[in-house]
């Protein structure tokens, strides 16, 4: 992902999920990065043998208020803003402090 730099890591979260960590990134610029991605799937498509395939995504996002806070704890506000951003409509990207 080319929105992200070298300190950040990207990984794999249950089954359809991932998780992004953007270190050293204020919550405006990381919710700009996440309307970038989002908007960058949202115009991919694949062509296959049944047609074309497009995709959109749904983001929740976060931010470490303390650093006192397990990431359980992070990961669970995240989920949060994706559980809304799923509700109102998909393909958006909703923050949940």
Known sequence: ISETGNDDIIGRYGKEGFIVLLNQTELMDAQQKAETIRDKISTLSIKSPHGIITTTVSIGLTTVSDPEDEISALIRKAD?????????????????L
């Open 80 to 96: 949060m803003g994706l559980f809304v951003a799923k509700e109102s409509g998909k393909n958006t990207v909703k923050v949940s």
